[in-house]
């Protein structure tokens, strides 16, 4: 079992930055991808940013550009650095983890941090 902690989330006007972490903890081994999703109301879940464990990174195209994912594996720490924020931004945002294994993986998901950026 994994358990993550998300921290960094808050109100921030148009234009600001904002730096989410995700620690995780318990079997914390054979750690993969471990990124970011976040949600908006009235929106499905969506993919911000992901991140391999060999450092390879995936992004979606509405936040090219302004976000910077990047991993602590000493740590077991992810962290979504988020700049030139923009109203459409606003939404919670889901700390993902996902533990593969020889034939078979798992998901875990934080219980996410709401981040408002007002106009």
């Known amino acids: 079992q994994v358990h993550l902690v998300e921290s960094g989330g808050g109100l921030v006007q148009a234009g600001g930055s904002l730096r989410l972490s995700c620690a995780a903890s318990?079997?914390?081994?054979?750690?993969?991808?471990m990124g970011w999703y976040r949600q908006a109301p009235g929106k499905q879940r969506e993919l911000a940013a992901v991140i391999t464990n060999g450092g390879s990174t995936n992004y979606a195209d509405s936040v090219k550009g302004r976000f910077t994912i990047s991993r602590d594996n000493a740590k077991n720490t992810v962290y979504l650095q988020m700049n030139s924020l923009k109203p459409e931004d606003t939404a919670v945002y889901y700390c993902?983890?996902?533990?593969?294994?020889?034939?078979?993986?798992?998901?875990?998901w934080g219980q996410g941090t709401q981040v408002t950026v007002s106009s």
């Open positions: 993902y983890v996902r533990q593969d294994w020889v034939t078979s993986g798992h998901d875990y």
């Open positions: 318990g079997s914390i081994f054979n750690i993969n991808r």
